[in-house]
């Protein structure tokens, strides 16, 4: 069974609620040595994301993001100056946050990731209340799988299992998560499906095919009357 966002989740989260003054946030970051966290509401709900960009805001200022005539109306970055002058997680977050369900894959968590730029999703329940965080490192972590255990995957859940055919008729090595597969289908869809029902295995970085079969017979032209 392939692992889930809740196997690999941290449970015990760093977050704040929206009511956290700037020097709060500030003094949670450089103690517990994270760049941001999740803004929770009164019920526990994540309704944001606060990191270090958001409170560079303050630092800059407001002035930096004027455009040419001195109105940030013209450049539509009034967030930016809101977040200069806010005092509190709520007014300096950046809502809504990116959340995942603890029973997602981690291939999801990893396209969510990857789209939006994110390095780290909190995990919300059905009811939106914080559970845990996942972050790149915990979604990359199903590589270190052993190669000895993705191999036995291989011969005994794919090759044994998944399309029923004689494991002794195939060798299987693996290195480094590289599966290598040397054997003879009866055709080539098989060898095409087993390739591709392997690389989907937990861990496997990558699939070597060397699975030869039969050629398949061209079809019979049509006979002219």
Do not use: N
């Not at 019920?43 to 990191?51: F, N, P, Q, T, Y």
């Not at 002035?63 to 005539?69: K, L, M």
């Amino acid at each position: 069974m392939s692992s889930s966002v809740k196997d690999v989740m941290t449970r015990t989260v760093v977050a704040v609620r929206e009511t956290a003054g700037y020097k709060e946030i500030v003094t949670v970051m450089r103690r517990r040595r994270v760049s941001a966290f999740p803004v929770l509401d009164s019920a526990d709900h994540v309704i944001g994301v606060v990191s270090e960009a958001d409170l560079l805001f303050k630092e800059v200022g407001p002035e930096p993001f004027a455009g040419p005539a001195g109105s940030l109306l013209a450049t539509g970055r009034r967030g930016e100056r809101a977040k200069a002058a806010g005092v509190t997680a709520g007014e300096l977050m950046s809502e809504p946050a990116v959340t995942i369900g603890p029973d997602a894959s981690l291939v999801e968590a990893a396209k969510l990731m990857y789209t939006r730029r994110v390095k780290r999703l909190p995990v919300v329940d059905h009811t939106g209340r914080l559970v845990g965080i996942v972050s790149r490192l915990d979604v990359l972590s199903v590589f270190r799988r052993p190669d000895e255990q993705i191999r036995a995957e291989v011969i005994k859940k794919v090759i044994a299992g998944e399309f029923a055919l004689d494991p002794g008729a195939f060798d299987v090595t693996v290195k480094s998560g590289i599966v290598t597969i040397t054997g003879q289908a009866e055709r080539h869809a098989i060898a095409s499906q087993l390739i591709e029902a392997t690389a989907h295995i937990e861990g496997v970085v990558d699939v070597r095919d060397r699975v030869s079969y039969p050629p398949e017979d061209p079809p019979h032209a049509a006979g002219v009357g």
